[in-house]
């Protein structure tokens, strides 16, 4: 029964559109993760938690600082664009939850201050359309409905503007240098952020960047009612990371 039901699915999903309506229907997947997210460690981390929780134990020579853990339910990553959709503008923004990373925070010295990876599921972007949803994890743009590209990775390699001192109910301005893999794709990207020391357990702050689709190899298909998206692409990471 449920063969016969995707087979006349396919079918009307061809009498609506063609090919490339059918390859969104069928290579877009279902948007659940295949796995559960955990937190990346930072280099040369001892110990590490899950996704709520902060432990850390540091090696020898390295800063003495607090491990803030981002948290997904309280987090968003998001790309935003725009394009023209049956001849109307559109600004599209794809949005997750499914984020993690972490920071090992010395408030004496910021400039000692380690990041570990940051991820994000690119499986999990909603956009407020199911058709659109399927066409993002499809092959022409993220691919994510497979396993090969189910994840976006930042890797910090330098942050910018991070120094001196700081306690809590200060705000802090700095750049995050680094490389942004996205399919088969990695480039080096710079993410201006802005935080603040909520208290002396919490920080939280937003990170953007602008991006160009076409140097990740993210194409847009051959659809009549899709015209004219941008190449620009906005990505933001809003944040919330706690230690305990």
Request: a negative charge; hydrophobic letters at 40%; aromatic letters at 8%.
């Amino acid at each position: 029964m449920r063969r016969s039901l995707w087979v006349w699915s396919g079918l009307f999903v061809l009498a609506l559109g063609g090919t490339a309506y059918a390859l969104f229907w069928f290579s877009g997947g279902s948007g659940e993760p295949s796995t559960e997210l955990t937190t990346p460690t930072i280099a040369g981390q001892t110990t590490t938690t899950g996704v709520s929780g902060s432990e850390t134990s540091t090696s020898e020579g390295e800063s003495e600082g607090l491990a803030f853990v981002i948290q997904p339910e309280e987090s968003e990553a998001t790309f935003t664009l725009d394009e023209v959709l049956r001849g109307e503008p559109q600004t599209v923004v794809g949005a997750t939850s499914e984020v993690v990373g972490q920071f090992i925070l010395d408030l004496e010295d910021l400039s000692q201050t380690q990041f570990s990876d940051i991820v994000v599921n690119a499986r999990t972007f909603a956009t407020g359309s199911s058709n659109r949803d399927r066409a993002i994890r499809g092959p022409i743009i993220l691919n994510s409905a497979t396993d090969d590209f189910e994840f976006i990775t930042f890797v910090v390699t330098e942050a910018v503007g991070l120094d001196g001192s700081a306690s809590v109910g200060d705000d802090l301005s700095f750049t995050l240098v680094g490389d942004l893999s996205i399919r088969d794709q990695t480039n080096p990207v710079e993410f201006e952020v802005t935080a603040a020391l909520v208290d002396d357990s919490t920080v939280e702050g937003t990170a953007t960047a602008e991006v160009l689709r076409s140097d990740f190899g993210i194409g847009i298909p051959n659809v009549p009612s899709v015209a004219d998206v941008t190449d620009e692409v906005t990505l933001q990471l809003e944040f919330l990371a706690t230690s305990s």
